[in-house]
């Protein structure tokens, strides 16, 4: 049982798995400082210096506060910022991906758009291979005496 999952472990496929969780995890911070520096700051700009990462909405009348975690303090409300941040979040993640997959089918589509390399070997050694590998043939057919 050791053995079997010895050789499970150690196939090509759970080694590119692992390495792809790690680099995912790493380009995972990568994005999210993105968009939390660079470009949640542009959209705040956009939108007249709206931060969506604090924005709710109080459902109950008692929830004066302005902020988000003085608000939750105070009762229930409906915290839509994170969400949108979140949203944001993801669809930048879907779009790079969508390039790295795009850019990858591209090199995959020219790499079998190069032609097969001929054997550089000349003719005539070709043919004298094949009429040796023909007579070796042969002579194990042959009838011993």
Same mark, same amino acid.
């Given at each position: 049982?050791?053995?079997?999952?010895?050789?499970?472990?150690?196939?090509?496929?759970m080694?590119?798995?692992?390495?792809?969780?790690?680099?995912?995890?790493? &380009? +995972?911070?990568?994005?999210? +400082?993105? =968009?939390?520096?660079?470009?949640?700051?542009? /959209? $705040?700009?956009? !939108?007249?210096?709206? %931060?969506?990462?604090?924005?709710? =909405?109080?459902?109950?009348?008692?929830? !004066?506060? !302005?902020?988000l975690?003085?608000? @939750?303090?105070?009762? *229930?409300?409906?915290a839509?910022?994170?969400? /949108? !941040?979140?949203?944001?979040?993801?669809?930048?993640?879907?779009?790079?991906? &969508?390039?790295?997959?795009?850019?990858?089918?591209?090199?995959?589509?020219?790499?079998?758009?190069?032609?097969?390399?001929?054997?550089?070997?000349? @003719?005539?050694?070709?043919?004298?291979?094949e009429i040796? %590998?023909?007579?070796? =043939? $042969?002579?194990? @057919?042959? *009838?011993?005496?």
């Open positions: 049982m050791l053995q079997e999952f010895k050789e499970f472990a150690l196939k090509g496929n080694v590119d798995l692992a390495i792809g969780i790690i680099i995912g995890a790493a &380009f +995972s911070g990568l994005v999210n +400082s993105l =968009v939390s520096d660079l470009f949640m700051p542009l /959209v $705040a700009v956009l !939108t007249g210096g709206v %931060d969506f990462t604090n924005k709710f =909405v109080a459902l109950s009348s008692v929830v !004066t506060a !302005t902020s975690e003085a608000a @939750r303090e105070q009762g *229930p409300v409906f839509y910022g994170k969400f /949108v !941040t979140l949203t944001i979040n993801f669809l930048i993640v879907a779009f790079i991906l &969508f390039l790295v997959v795009k850019g990858m089918n591209r090199m995959q589509r020219k790499e079998e758009a190069k032609p097969v390399e001929v054997s550089k070997v000349p @003719r005539q050694e070709k043919l004298l291979e040796r %590998d023909l007579m070796a =043939v $042969a002579t194990d @057919r042959a *009838p011993r005496a």
